[in-house]
Each structure stands twice: as structure tokens, then as C-alpha cells.
């Protein structure tokens, strides 16, 4: 059973600001930074005391928030909070996580979990993992709904709040709370969670900001190839060794991309980017009929970004062969991760990686698979409140649909909610973007506060 605080819990005073008259929701971020949340994935190797002083430090930053909505603790670590509206609609989900992935000072510029702050004015930048990846985003929904709970609002339906604890590893935490929402017959009119971005300089001859807001996203699986062969020492090789079968396999399996094909979603990307494209290729990008081949192509060589758009995709990540540099392997291993157009299956991806291996002595396993989502409609009251609060805190942003090409703790609701969008209120450049699961993380505290107006305004919308 999960565990519940009321809504009469009397948290600490708000934080203080902080550095000089640092705006709270930067001082707040800093908190959380600072406590390294970081997901394993054997939870036996999660540190659980920093997610425990995340949940206790909550309530002394928003303090409204927690006298207001009541919050219950599921499968040990994740939040769901639960704001009480005055009608009885369907209700929004607004989420985030709070886990993040490992990080060590090296090649850092700042220690990732110090939080730091540079530059001056509009030009801070706040330095450290969970900036964008989603400690900004949990403190964007958290400061919106503070402000709201302080001006005396009331949704009109209920809004829940629901913060995963695992959305870097597993995703259990966002799991057990669909299923306990399930299980009291809630389906949500909205949900709302990570995913696209406010971005520039991403569709050829588009120019200005675009707002990504992500309609489904594709499946995820991971596959192991495994060669178990006889051993020996290094310096009598056989012809074909496990690892040098396993290598095989994996050129041949590289040398095989899965078919390309425009999904409806991004067929809508197109079309809606299109319209404001300059010269020649607005009418390549509005004439479809005639110029998908092209275009099809042309996707497939611009960028990873836009290749991974058309297809189901496959990456090698890891390796394991001999213990000793002197050994032969006794058992080769390959991990590849797959990320399946959501216009496939998993069944589709597993059959594509046997018949281009083709080669029966390379066992194959599937873990972890998880089907594409369900595309979310673009249009109607849930889509057209996420249009209008972005276009009411980015004037001028062009909206579109896309397939999120990431996994995130959204698919999951897919089962309690037919209107699910994966969107960050945060306008990233593509250095910002290539900081994501990688070194230098950080988030300009200007983009930080146009977070905190989104939430603010689509709370009010609500």
C-alpha cells in the first residue's frame, strides 16, 4: 500500500532566497541538484538515502503545496500528489522524475552535482545532472502550482502530480502509480511529461523557435547476442572465434537498417513545418504526394535526428568478451539497444535482427520490450490548452507535432489517458541538447523561469 501525507502536513517555511536574491525556483533547483538522485540498474546498487532527503526537503520548499494536495508515496520512492478540483472532469497528470543518470566530475566543467552558477543577468547558467534532465521540469511544475495554491486558485477538475523515482532505469515507479490510479477507475483527460523542447535550426529552412511537443514515442527493447564457445590460450586461435563470430554478426546487423517510412505524426511534422519553410522547399515539404521519395531519402542523410524520425533503429552499446588479454572468449556478448517506429512492432524489430545476423550459433534474447505508444490525438481540448500555453509563453513559436524517439515514464499512462504529450517548456540549443545523459549538463536560468510562466499558465488554464 502506498503511503500518504495529507493535505494538513505542516511543512517549514518557504526557502529563502538565496546568493543574493536569487529567484526561489533557481534556488530550489539547486537544491535538488545538489542531492545525487542518481538510478542504478540493479536497484540493489541505488543509494536510496538522497531520494529519502529529496522527499523530506520537498515540503520545506513548497510549502503551500503540501498543505493543499495530498501526497502518497508508491512503490517506496515515487510521488503522486493529488490536487482536489471543484467539478468532477476528467482530471490532467503533470509529470517528471527526479532520478538521474551517473555522473563523475571528470570532464566536467563544473562538478555535476554542485549546482553552480555562472554568468550574470539573463545570461546564468545553472550547471549540474537533473538540470534538464528533469529536476527543471519537477521544479517548473512544483513552483507553477505553488503560485497557484498561494493566489487562492482552484483547478476546475483534479490535477494530479505524479514524480517517478526510476524513470532512468526501469520506469516501475510511474508503473505502480498507473496502476493504482487504475485501480480506482481515474482516466485522465491530460497527461503531460517530458519530451520535446522549444528548438531552433532543426528543419531545413525553417528558421525561429519551434515547439516539439512529442504525440507517442517508439518502443524500446533491448537484445543480447551471446557466441558460447570453446576457449583455449590466445596464442592457438581457431578460424572463427566467439568473438570473432560476434563481430561478424554485428557488422552484418549495421549493414541491415530497418526499412524507412514517414509515420502519420511526423507526415504532420512535415506539412505543419512545411507551410513556413522558405523558397523551394516549402512547396518540396507541402507537396508530399509527389516528393515524399525525396524527401524520404533526404531524411535518411540530413542527421541522426531526422534518420531516427523514419525508422526502427539499432545501436551496439556494450561488449563483453575474455577476462584475460591472453584467453580466448569462452562466451562473447553484445547488448543492442532498439528503438522501434511506432508504425512496427517488437516483433517486427526481433525478426529483422535474425535474419540479418543469420547465423544460428548467435543466440538471441529480448529484454525489457516495451511496444510503441498510441499516437495522441492534435486536436481537441487537451491539445489545444498545451498550443495556446505555449504560444502564450513563447510568442511566435511554431507548434508541431513529432514522435519522441526517448523512452520516458509517459508511456505508461497510455493506459489510463488517450491524450498523452511529452513536452519540456524549455528552449534548448543543440549544445544544451548534447549535454542530455552526457557531461556538462546545464540549464540557463532565464529558460528555467519561462518554465515556471508554462506551468503557471496551463494551471490556469485548467
Known sequence: MPLFWGPG?????HLVQE???MPDALAALRALVRIPTVSRQDPADTDWAPFRDLVTLLPSLYPATHRELGLEIV???????????????????????????PATDEGWEHPPFSAEVTGEGDERVVWGRGTLDDKGALVAVLEGVEASVLAGRTPRCDVYLSFGHDEETEGSGARAIVDLLQSRGIRAGLVIDEGG??????????????AVVGVSEKGILTVTLTVDQHGGHASTPPRLSATARLARAIVRLNRRPFRAGFSAPTLEMIGTLGAHARGPLRL??????????????????????TNALIRTTQAVTMLRGSQAANALAERAVATVNIRVS??????????????????????IAVQHPHEPSPVSPTSGP????VRRTIGETFPGTIVTPYVMMAASDSRHFT???????????????????????????????????RGVDFYTRLIAGL
Open 342 to 363: 511506432i508504425d512496427s512492432r517488437v516483433a517486427d524489430a526481433v525478426a529483422h535482427v535474425r535474419r540479418a545476423i543469420h547465423d544460428p550459433r548467435v543466440v
Open 382 to 385: 487537451g491539445w489545444e490548452l
Open 415 to 449: 493506459r489510463i489517458s488517450d491524450c498523452v504529450y511529452r513536452f519540456s517548456p524549455f528552449e534548448m540549443s543543440a549544445a544544451e541538447r548534447g549535454t542530455l545523459h552526457a557531461r556538462n549538463e546545464r540549464l540557463r536560468v532565464s529558460t528555467l523561469l
Open 284 to 305: 518540396a515539404f507541402t507537396n508530399l504526394w509527389l516528393t515524399r521519395p525525396i524527401l524520404l531519402a533526404l531524411f535518411a542523410r540530413l542527421s541522426d535526428e
Open 19 to 21: 546568493d543574493g536574491g
Open 9 to 13: 502536513l505542516r511543512p517549514t517555511a
Open 75 to 101: 512503490a517506496e520512492h515515487s510521488l503522486l500528489y493529488h490536487w482536489k478540483g471543484s467539478t468532477d472532469g476528467p482530471p490532467t497528470v503533470l509529470m517528471a522524475h527526479y532520478d538521474v543518470v
Open 197 to 210: 523542447a522549444i528548438v531552433e535550426d532543426v528543419f531545413p529552412g525553417v528558421s525561429g523557435p519551434i
